[in-house]
């Protein structure tokens, strides 16, 4: 129920954090692409049955003109969905399912001899905290590499043909967005500064990755399975409905039943300092510097994320003591306040402002803050803003 | 073991208790408890609903629940104070709130070693007092110096209290550790409060009054000859 500038900006968020994770994702000890591409389905699926975007997704492939033919060399299917035959396929191979990733050859892998950077005697745009892909720096259609120096090390002529060209992003390789390569200091730590204020985007990309749902904007789930139908369970292993599906599938596709889509994919975020370490590199509104020794008795890891939801076990009153008096707290000392907020959440219209803060203050019970950037979700609407302030109390 | 009915300042109840006819308001209550486990107060920031921790400015997590409207700070060691309550029982029942708020985000929180450490009351006895005579007959407990602080402070021996006592008449209470001391402290006061009362006497202040309107009326005197 979005506008169509904040289903738009949202679109751009997830093909911005899917290309930035696609570098992890292809490398040799990643899941995959194809694990990524699934991974953008069902993003944009949820937002979709969210209400926070507005389907189908509009993308005009720019990518086609590798010679793509009728059917677009990466289509992208959405799983839940039986597949719909296409003019030219009754039965979907492999290859449209789980669509082909050059990426996966071991022009990848860390070549012997070579330093981390997988470019070799190539200048990069610097961008220095930035672990991207090779793909990122090289602007579309430039080719800062020469491809010699890239082959050379390469003895075992691992280089597919597929590649269109060594140093130019793969045909099968989403187009990387214009205001990616404009700006060559990108700094992870801080996400979407540029052209996402005023919920709008300059120049909105269009990445390759195909319109998966169908015309009509909605999903079948109670069509008559087709043959290749292959159920897509959230969060539980896939289940092939169909065994010759398996032989048909690549070797890295493999892996894919264990894994478990309810993104239980550790995230490692680079190196990004906690906000209460001194270490913080962006610059920063309170300055954490010069925190003297901190005391941290236990582990400074936060804790995971099993610990949280569980109520620990209750504290056994062998002594036989003070039951109530000293120890053993019970649920009669739960807040009230507390545990209403948490089943907020079950009503679906829970209000809710996500936003950085640039000023927080409090008087007694009357707080005041100054914020920015923010999503705010009230009456099931999503309102984006630029600035924001409020008063607020508790 | 107190009134149980709510105590205004000024509900004359249980004279023989409070043979003043008046009950001081607890205010504030604060307390200490143990939880006896080492707790991270990032994580803690980090996950809790209402916390706040700004580790460059104080060393503890700063948590804040509605009922009862108080205010917690904890420390890394596990060691936790409750501010804000109006009545022990309920600043009890906040810190088990609060432990308990802690025991859910995974830490093995208990509590132990629950204590009141001060009690802050107030009250008014509705006359205006002398405080220079007051602070003269009783020297060795009290300090008044107006330019300072425009309250007089008594120390009181027994109990150890400590009185800010106003020429409103306000009193506040403060450095109890029990309800009990609160009510000795102002019933021991109140005797010396009502002997420096200070008397509204008419001859005086008639004689300001009558000062201020003479000098009101050579003004208008003044003005109307200037302007005409």
Redesign the interface.
């Known amino acids: 129920m979005g506008s169509s500038a904040t289903s738009n900006i949202y679109i751009n968020v997830i093909d911005d954090v899917i290309s930035k994770v696609r570098d992890e994702f292809i490398d040799n000890s990643g899941p995959g692409d194809g694990i990524l591409e699934e991974l953008q389905r069902l993003w944009e699926l949820k937002m979709m049955h969210a209400g926070a975007i507005m389907g189908p997704i509009d993308r005009s492939s720019t990518k086609k003109g590798a010679g793509g033919g009728p059917i677009t060399p990466n289509p992208v299917h959405d799983l839940n969905v039986p597949y719909e035959g296409t003019e030219e396929y009754e039965t979907p191979t492999a290859d449209l399912l789980f669509p082909p990733t050059p990426l996966q050859t071991p022009m990848q892998t860390p070549l012997p001899g070579t330093a981390q950077t997988p470019l070799p005697g190539t200048t990069q745009t610097p961008l220095p905290g930035n672990d991207s892909s090779p793909f990122y720096n090289i602007p579309t259609g430039g080719t800062p590499i020469t491809p010699n120096a890239y082959a050379s090390p390469n003895e075992n002529g691992g280089v597919p043909d597929i590649r269109g060209g060594l140093g130019r992003p793969s045909q099968f390789m989403p187009p990387q967005s214009p205001w990616l390569n404009q700006r060559p200091h990108l700094d992870v730590n801080v996400a979407y500064t540029e052209g996402r204020k005023e919920g709008e985007m300059g120049a909105p990309h269009q990445p390759s990755t195909q319109d998966f749902f169908l015309a009509n904007g909605k999903r079948k789930r109670d069509g008559p399975y087709h043959s290749g139908y292959i159920p897509q369970q959230d969060g539980a292993s896939d289940s092939l409905s169909d065994e010759s599906k398996v032989a048909e599938r690549r070797v890295h596709l493999i892996p894919l039943p264990e894994v478990k889509i309810s993104f239980r994919i550790p995230q490692l975020d680079g190196h990004m300092p ?1 906000p ?1 370490d001194d270490e913080l590199s962006t610059p920063n509104i ?6 003297g020794s ?7 890891t ?2 995971p994320n099993e ?2 939801a569980a ?2 076990a209750p ?1 056994k009153n062998d002594i036989g003591d003070d039951d109530d008096d ?4 019970n649920e009669d ?6 545990d209403d ?1 948490g089943q907020g959440e079950n009503l679906n219209s829970e209000h809710l402002i996500l936003a950085k803060f640039d000023k927080v203050t409090r008087t007694k ?1 009357k707080w005041k803050c100054t914020l920015k950037d923010g999503i705010m979700r009230i009456n099931n609407k999503d309102i984006l803003f630029n600035k924001a302030n409020g008063e607020f109390d ?1 | 073991m107190e009134d149980p009915q709510g105590l205004e300042g000024s509900q004359p109840v249980g004279l023989s208790k409070h043979p003043s006819g008046i009950v001081p308001t607890l205010q504030n209550i604060v307390s200490t408890v143990n939880l006896d486990c080492k707790l991270d107060l990032k994580a803690i920031a980090l996950q809790a609903r209402n916390a706040e921790y700004n580790p460059n400015r104080f060393a503890a997590v700063i948590m804040r629940i509605r009922e009862p409207k108080t205010t917690a700070l904890m420390f890394a060691s596990g060691k936790m104070v409750c501010t804000g309550a109006k009545s022990e029982e309920q600043s009890r029942l906040a810190a088990r709130k609060y432990a308990r708020i802690i025991q859910k985000l995974g830490f093995p929180a208990k509590f132990k070693d629950f204590k009141i450490q001060n009690i802050v009351g107030s009250c008014d006895v509705k006359f205006p007092i002398r405080l220079e005579e007051l602070a003269y007959a009783h020297g060795a407990f009290s300090l008044y110096d107006p330019e300072l602080f425009p309250g007089l402070i008594y120390r009181m021996k027994q109990p150890k209290i400590v009185l800010l006592i106003f020429v409103s008449g306000k009193i506040v209470l403060t450095g109890a550790k029990a309800r009990d001391e609160t009510y000795t402290a102002f019933e021991n006061i109140y005797p010396v409060l009502t002997e420096f009362q200070k008397v509204q006497q008419w001859s005086p202040s008639c004689s300001c009054v009558v000062e201020i309107s003479s000098l009101v009326m050579e003004v208008s005197f003044l003005w109307q000859r200037v302007t005409t």
């Not at chain 1, 309170?286 to 925190?291: A, D, L, R, T, W």
């Not at chain 1, 901190?294 to 400074?300: F, G, Q, R």
């Open positions: 906690d209460y309170y300055n954490y510097q010069g925190v901190e005391d941290y008795n236990i582990v400074n936060p804790l610990m949280l109520t620990p504290v000293d120890e053993t707290l000392d739960d807040d009230d306040d507390l907020a019970s508790f």
